[in-house]
């Protein structure tokens, strides 16, 4: 993967907690935090299990499939990096882990873009330290 | 306790609302403070308790009590659950009143995110990178409360066939009681097709599905219902509060932007109030866009869940129609003070202020607040007569 010259949109940044998500997002994986105690799968990072409040949570590599929940598209510009790009979408993705994450879809035009529509993640080089995490459908 | 028993609304206070410069938020807070002090027949020496709406201007802290030369007070707080907040006011108001422990409480929201020259959209957008994950969302573009609104009007559109003519219809219908506010920020007719032709903010959620942003304060005095009866203006009862907060654990088998905490605040609300949604007769619901106020009614069981277009589009909710509602313009046409918006406007209509926009039957009038992505909900009940 490479890292775009010049990327001007916000990149994360990583802290002692998120650590091993976004590491593993250079190795292409879609780490998600699981529940020892009852198998409870988690996002985005969690303290203790949002279930049976146990701590004994891990970083466990999930399927990286799903179905997009809902999306919006975003024409006003909140922030310079996407003035080139706007109608630009965002969405929420149901993981068939049961999590529901804030991603965006690529590799479909925004017209095309359907609730329900299967996707797999897919990672974008956007720095050093991570790549970021989006769906593109499952069929595109 | 039952609120009713120890609260009632005794004063009023709004100040100029909008595009207002040269004023900072503890200087709006001040000012609406003297308003409803004036509005109660009270002075600031009868101030015992003061509730600050946190989360707005960073000065909207306890300090507010110094910056204010408020001194010996028995109650103090800055307190918020986002747009929800004036209902735990006023049950901690209640609390501390029936313990004798205070007995005139103002509740304060003020706010100045407008600047000259900075666009109303920028004013509420956090440019602070999160860390961690958190981080996520704004890698992604997602910026503000919009996308959130719009992914949850979009899922509704998806499950129940809701169209964007219907939102349309709610943005209508409150710019018409706007027209009748002379404090409303927006006061030039507005239609159908105008909601339909104005830019989208994030699809499907069109600039007139948005609320506004506002520079301005609201504060509203509170006393026992013994003591209001004695003062300047007849007494506004609180019959009922109750608060639901779904909160959202990002799991697949919830839905907390379809089915809101509007079901278990009003259900607590009109059972301690002991009475029916039928018996509604004014409702101020909390609008930081139409889709809100579409799902709040679906979720107090006025229309059943999915039903809420349908039950909007024969313009019941605008002036003439059957259910009035956001009778000011909410926060959609007049002005936004998170809840302070429906609170204030309820007060107005409870006690017949309203003037050429007041409702000939107020006698319950219900207050709606909402925070987060449809995470957080409160009710209130109002009446102009005693429980």
Known sequence: ?140 | MAVRDHVAIAGLGITPMGKVYGRTATGFAADAIALALGDAGLTKSDVDGLLIHANTAPEMNPNLQMALGFEDLAVLNAMSAYGSTPATMLQYAAATIEQGQANVIVLVYADAPLRPALGAGASYTNQQRERGMAGLPNAHGFYGANPGYAMAARRHMHLFGTTSEQFGIIAVGQRQWAMMNERAQMRKPLTLEDHQNSRYIAEPLHLFDCCLVSNGAVAVVVTSPERARSLRRPPVYVLGVGQGAPGDSQRTDRHPGIHTGAARSGRQALATAGVGLADIEVLELYDCYTYTVLVTLEDYGFCAKGEGGAFVEDGKLAPGGSLPTNTGGGQLSSFYMWGFTPLSEGIIQARGDGGDRQVARHELVLVSGNGGYLNYHSTIILSPSAP
């Open chain 1, 1 to 140: 993967m490479e890292i775009p010259v010049a990327y001007d949109k916000p990149v994360p940044r990583p802290d002692e907690w998120s650590q091993p998500f976004f590491d593993a997002t250079l190795r292409q994986e879609l780490l998600l935090q699981r529940c020892a105690g009852c198998g409870t799968w988690m996002w985005p990072v969690r303290v203790r299990c949002i279930e049976c409040f146990g701590d004994d949570l891990h970083w466990t590599a999930a399927r990286g499939t799903g179905t997009i929940y809902s999306f919006a598209l975003v024409h006003q510009v909140f922030h310079p990096g996407f003035a080139d790009e706007v109608p630009y979408n965002v969405a929420m993705i149901d993981l068939d882990e049961g999590v529901r994450c804030v991603a965006s879809v690529v590799g479909v035009a925004n017209d095309a873009l359907r609730i329900g529509t299967p996707v797999t993640v897919t990672f974008e080089r956007i720095s050093a330290e991570l790549a970021l995490p989006r769906f593109r459908p499952v069929d595109g």
